[in-house]
């Protein structure tokens, strides 16, 4: 997998941009951090688009407004001292690019990368450890949430609030009697991966779409969620890949079932 740094973003100029182009929000989970300078005024930030230091930055932003498919990132850890992992990647026709923040900084490095290496992309930018050593783990803090939980309060502002780890996996009890119970202080990180083939409607998750959740566990090893939350299962870096993988498949083939790409 080959990628070109088309070079490196302030969250102030991109959150101007995507104003003047309409958008209400950053895309996801881009964010900017506390104590940022003031923005630039958007006269400026479009003239330096037009023709200044941010016309590098135009197949990116005509890409992202416009994409097939957009996927969405963020890693959560559980030591406060480590920043969020916050990557953003949007494709079209022969046009690819990932976009990663700067770990607790408001700078954002934009890369161009073929489209089909978008997975490996977000599956190599989560740092993976390798694959965990028991066939089936339940995590008893993150138990009857995900879905359930989302129906009755209406979504998930915990986590997009920056409260870490308010995030729970529903399990029903014959999966927690055949899986491995970890203990919630042995989640080092914990990930959530998005696809989507629609512009976002508000930031954050869309708790109500298809999602996968991926942890990893001190002293062992990586594990996803099945699709059903029940229990999590050793993840490779090739797991953790196609399943991404097949996010983006699905909305793909929706695009093309509606005929909108």
Not at 121 to 138: F, K, L, N, Q
Not at 143 to 150: D, H, I, L, P, T
Request: proline content about 6%; overall charge negative; charged content about 30%.
């Amino acid at each position: 997998m080959s990628r070109r740094l088309v070079g490196t973003i302030d969250l102030a100029d991109l959150d101007t941009l995507c104003e003047l182009r309409g958008a209400e929000f950053l895309p996801y989970p881009l964010m900017r951090e506390g104590g940022s300078p003031g923005p630039e005024a958007p006269s400026s930030v479009a003239a330096r688009f037009d023709d200044g230091d941010l016309r590098v930055f135009r197949g990116w932003i005509e890409t992202q407004a416009n994409a097939d498919v957009w996927v969405e990132c963020r890693v959560l850890y559980r030591d406060d001292d480590i920043p969020d992992t916050r990557l953003s990647a949007c494709r079209s026709t022969g046009l690819g690019f990932l976009a990663a923040q700067q770990p607790g900084q408001n700078l954002v490095d934009v890369y161009e990368l073929s489209p089909p290496d978008i997975a490996a992309a977000i599956a190599d930018g989560m740092r993976p450890s390798g694959p965990g050593s028991h066939p089936h783990v339940v995590i008893p803090k993150y138990v009857n949430y995900f879905r359930e939980s989302a129906a009755e309060s209406g979504g998930f502002d915990d986590l997009d609030d920056e409260d870490d780890y308010d995030v729970i996996v529903r399990a029903d009890r014959p999966a927690l009697e055949q899986a491995a119970t970890v203990r919630d202080a042995d989640v080092l990180a914990l990930a959530t991966v998005q696809s989507r083939c629609e512009p976002a409607r508000a930031w954050g998750v869309d708790w109500a779409k298809d999602f996968l959740v991926w942890v990893q566990l001190d002293g062992d090893g990586d594990y996803i969620y099945d699709a059903d939350f029940q229990h999590a299962v050793p993840a490779t870096h090739e797991t953790l890949r196609n399943r991404i993988e097949a996010l983006i498949e699905a909305d793909l083939a929706e695009s093309r079932r509606r005929g909108t790409r």
